[in-house]
């Protein structure tokens, strides 16, 4: 999840980002916390690849209700 937290400061630049893939990258729900607030700036355009991870379903949840999410793959 360390990596994760990394990224989203990263993603915080990147407003125009349309397609993410962090298929099995172990990220748990930590990671994911992070990833819904690097994504904030990119509002209901991405497509997140985050199959084969481990998240929780209450994760899920969390990803699901992210408003800068177009798709959500799991």
């Known amino acids: 999840d360390d990596g994760a937290e990394s990224l989203a400061g990263a993603l915080r630049q990147c407003s125009s980002l349309t397609l993410l893939s962090l298929r099995g990258?172990?990220?748990?729900?930590?990671?994911?916390?992070y990833l819904i607030r690097g994504l904030q700036p990119c509002p209901g355009r991405v497509v997140l690849n985050m199959s084969e991870n481990r998240l929780s379903h209450a994760d899920i949840r969390r990803l699901e209700q992210c408003s800068s999410l177009r798709t959500l793959i799991l």
Do not use: L, V
């Open 25 to 33: 990258n172990e990220i748990r729900g930590g990671g994911a916390d």
